[in-house]
């Protein structure tokens, strides 16, 4: 019973390569019809996950691996592909083709009207193939193809209005950023190439060679912090997290699917897989808290000055990862993972409400919205849910999970828990100023709004119903969620001081948004006021997208020009020099062909004076 | 070197041929050098009297004969008729061919200095020469007897040249 | 006649060839051309007689052969001069710089 449905986990990546290659290939045909090929590929990516995580539900530790596809032989080295299905991974397919079945439904009432509408849904089940793919992959390389195919599709997808300037140059921002972070993964994958014995680079092979340490403690410590490294551009930390905020000049399904849910939390699901080289080194496991950490309360205070009702639920999301990164990096892994899943639906419900919102006034900047509470009823509900789910009250998702993380971060390090006890105050902060700024009050421009359609409040309801009831799977009450993961009984410690005290952050963070935004008995202003420069620093966002084009871009750029001078001036000259030469000899010869014989004879003279030296000098040499 | 060339000249022959082969040359020269073109034909007929003294230091006197007649009489002649039939002017004028002209000295110089070489390095044993009483009679019983053949074909050949010239150069009736 | 060698007159066979070819690639005229060709024809028959006498196996066959040389290049000039005159009613001059319809 163990593999009859994980054997056949190998179809649940196919059927969304299925949808891309059918609507690549007859996509303009097809128009609207597209989208149902897609949802239902989806769908039956979904159904089959079901399966195969209610069959890991069985307990069974051991996980299923098939890894016959020799896909590479170098010498005595093989290379095999093949996948792997275990309890994260399992977790990790529900997650994602749940969540990717419900943007392909929200899509279809979201992009309605788009001419590309099936070149749209064709990204998204590339997408949807490359995440699953990443996710049951058997060994590291194949997880970095995955990865890397990923970043791609984050590319076209963010990129797909591609007429505008700026999303151009978001789709380039991603891209290369992530890439950067990639190189550190490409590095750590060649030094665990070099180290381990075999060669060889599936997880089990690693987990045995850390076992058995067989890797110098040095360079344990440095594939950590590499592979960290890549989790870093491709989840948005710290210092790698200037792509995701502009990351939303994407279509908002996008930012939901890719930049809240999945995507970004291949990062975390990679150091999750590479956990045994984590803790096989405590200096690296410091290095992922503290930056994960920072990058809470970091991303958290950029989010509390945003006009942009996606960039501040971007700043949300690169913050949300921070908690992971951090709860990793203090050894909860199973808190960390479990954020991941609660953080998946409620965040991709924040965006999906957000999308709606967008969809129906047209514009982006909550600073001209207003009193959609009263047209809006469905969104502005579940986009309640959502928020409150964020800001971790009791008793939703987000209350439980970001609980768990900050009781074992109050056992292990007191720092790390008073950042993100604070941070957690700034996400409600900001999450109750943007709701009361949107849903509440009077209308602050001219639009005429109304609720959306079915296709988009469907998936809404679904997430909504998610974010509320998925927390009681890991309580300190239940730690059923702990123990299926990891194997060992894993009793979360009740700790009665950081309920109360995260609650009261929570609380505290509604009460003050609302007293400024809601009912503004407290001015907007009373801080930025007296503090300008402050607001000004946080608005611009640390200065550190200026900081970044000064030391790398334009100097970047200044080495292009002068390479393309060089290419103009030297490598083209040189071209033009040959064909010169070439011309300029034709040019010459053809004197000789001038029709007369005497020219004619004077050549016959000199070939034979010529063929004679050849043939009979040979003695003089 | 120079002994050597003071017992070569030692002999009459050699005199003889020293002076026929500075005659040659000579005229050849000439012909080369002279703007005129009618000027140029008379050295060439110099040049063709020359050696025919050197056919005669070679006992060929019938040969020596014949080339006064044909070349000396008959190409010369004809030579200038063309002339006479061609010519716009008098003079040769030098075309203006710099380069033309020194590759082909270059040319020149070089295949001379390759047969010269060719024949310094030649071993050419002689062997017994017996010409015979009467040079003309020898060379009667060989062409009647041996070169029959050729001898016909060349009447032939010459016939085919003249009716050929006369058709080329034929007026055409208007 | 001991002592007599053949290398002399080589040598004045093969400078009056190269005058010849000289003359005949460099001359305008094409009378002077033609008489330059004879020039080489000339020093080839020198060769003949050389060798008729006092080379390898010398006989009169030598000899023979440049009287079949001398008549046949008497008709080469016959007809020269005929597709000379030819050409001159043609063209109009009897530079050889003009006669350059192989240009193509």
Known sequence: ?621 | ?174 | MTDAIVTPYLTLGAILFCIGLYGALSKKNAIIVLLSIELMLNASNLNLVAFAKMGVNPSLTGQIFSLFTISIAAAEVAVGIAILIMLFRNKGTADVDEMDSMKR
């Not at chain 1, 941070?423 to 001219?446: C, D, H, I, N, P």
């Not at chain 2, 009679?137 to 010459?158: A, C, D, H, R």
């Open chain 1, 1 to 621: 019973m163990v593999s009859a449905y994980s054997q056949y986990a190998w179809l649940i990546p196919l059927f969304p390569l299925l949808a891309f290659l059918i609507l690549i290939a007859i996509g303009k045909q097809l128009k609207a019809f597209g989208v149902y090929v897609s949802v239902v590929c989806t769908l039956v990516s979904f159904v089959l996950s079901v399966l195969v995580f209610i069959e890991r539900l069985g307990g069974n530790m051991e996980g299923y691996t098939w890894n016959q596809f020799k896909w590479l032989q170098l010498g005595d080295v093989n290379l095999y592909m093949g996948f792997e299905i275990n309890n994260l991974n399992a977790l990790m397919l529900i997650i994602v083709t749940l969540v990717s079945l419900l943007v392909n439904i929200y899509s279809k009432g979201y992009m309605d009207g788009d001419d590309r509408i099936s070149v749209f849904f064709a990204y998204v089940s590339l997408f949807t193939f490359s995440m699953l793919g990443l996710v049951i992959s058997e060994n590291l390389l194949m997880l970095y193809i995955f990865w890397e195919l990923v970043g791609v599709c984050s590319f076209l997808l963010i990129g797909f209005w591609f007429r505008k300037p700026e999303a151009k140059a978001a789709a380039k921002k991603a891209f290369i950023v992530t890439r950067i972070g990639d190189v550190g993964l490409f590095i750590a994958m060649l030094l665990l190439f070099w180290y381990i014995p075999g060669h060889a680079l599936d997880f089990a092979s690693i987990h045995n060679a850390v076992a058995d340490q067989q890797i110098p403690g040095h360079i344990v410590t440095w594939i950590a912090i590499l592979i960290f490294v890549g989790a870093v551009g491709k989840s948005g930390q710290f210092p790698l997290h200037t792509w995701l905020p502009d990351a939303m000049e994407g279509p908002t399904p996008i930012s939901a699917l890719i930049h809240a849910a999945t995507m970004v939390a291949a990062g975390v699901y990679l150091v999750a897989r590479m956990y045994d080289i984590f803790l096989a080194s405590p200096e690296a496991l410091a290095v992922v808290a503290a930056i994960g950490g920072f990058t809470a309360i970091f991303a958290a205070t950029i989010g509390i000055v945003q006009n942009d009702i996606k960039r501040i639920l971007a700043y949300s999301t690169v913050s949300q990862l921070g908690y992971m990164m951090m709860a990793l990096g203090i050894g909860a892994y199973a808190a960390g993972i479990f954020h991941l899943f609660t953080h998946a639906f409620f965040k991709a419900l924040l965006f999906l409400g957000a999308g709606s919102v967008i969809h129906a006034v047209n514009t982006q900047d909550i600073r001209e919205m207003g009193g959609l509470g009263g047209k809006m009823k469905v969104t502005a509900w579940t986009f309640a849910i959502g928020a409150l789910a964020l800001s971790g009250i009791v008793p939703f998702s987000g209350f439980w999970s970001k609980d768990a993380i900050l009781t074992e971060a109050f056992h292990h390090n007191q720092l790390l828990f008073w950042v993100g006890l604070i941070a957690a105050f700034f996400t409600a902060f900001y999450m109750s100023r943007l709701f009361f700024l949107v849903f509440s009050g009077k209308q602050r421009s001219e639009y005429e709004a109304h609720e959306s359609p079915v296709s988009m409040t469907f998936p809404l309801i679904v997430l909504a119903v998610l974010a509320a009831v998925s927390g009681f799977l890991f309580t300190p009450f239940n730690g059923w969620f702990g123990s299926w993961l990891t194997g060992r009984t894993v009793t979360e410690e009740a700790s009665a001081i950081v309920m109360i005290l995260s609650t009261l952050a929570g609380l505290a963070g509604i009460g003050l948004g609302w007293l400024m935004y809601g009912k503004r008995s407290v001015s907007a202003e009373a801080v930025s006021g007296r503090f300008p420069q402050l607001h000004t620093l946080l608005y611009r966002k640390y200065y550190i997208d200026e900081l970044y084009d000064f030391v790398f871009v334009k100097p970047l750029k200044k080495i292009g020009r002068v390479c393309h001078a060089v290419d103009v001036y030297l490598i083209d000259g040189i071209v033009r020099l040959l064909t010169g030469a070439g011309l300029s000899l034709g040019k010459f010869a053809i004197r000789i062909q001038n029709g007369q014989v005497q020219s004619y004879g004077l050549i016959m003279l000199l070939g034979l004076l010529i063929l004679a030296v050849a043939l009979a000098g040979r003695r003089f040499i």
């Open chain 2, 1 to 174: 070197m120079f002994a050597n060339l003071v017992q070569f000249l030692s002999n009459g022959t050699n005199v003889a041929f020293f002076v026929f082969a500075l005659f040659a040359i000579g005229g050849a020269i000439f012909m080369i050098s002279f703007t005129k073109v009618v000027h140029m034909v008379t050295a060439m007929a110099f040049t063709f009297l020359s050696l025919a003294g050197l056919y005669v230091l070679l006992q060929a006197e019938f040969v020596a004969f014949v080339q006064v007649l044909i070349y000396a009489g008959a190409v010369s002649i004809l030579m200038i008729f063309g002339i006479m039939l061609t010519r716009h002017d008098k003079e040769e004028s030098q075309p203006n061919r710099p380069l033309h002209n020194i590759l082909l000295g270059i040319g020149t110089v070089g295949l001379f200095g390759i047969l010269f070489y060719a024949i310094q390095n030649a071993n050419f044993a002689p062997g017994e020469f017996h010409p015979g009483e009467d040079n003309t009679m020898e060379i009667g019983k060989l062409i009647f007897n041996q070169y029959v053949i050729p001898f016909e074909l060349m009447s032939v050949l010459l016939t085919v040249a003249f009716i050929g010239a006369i058709i080329i150069a034929k007026r055409e009736e208007d």
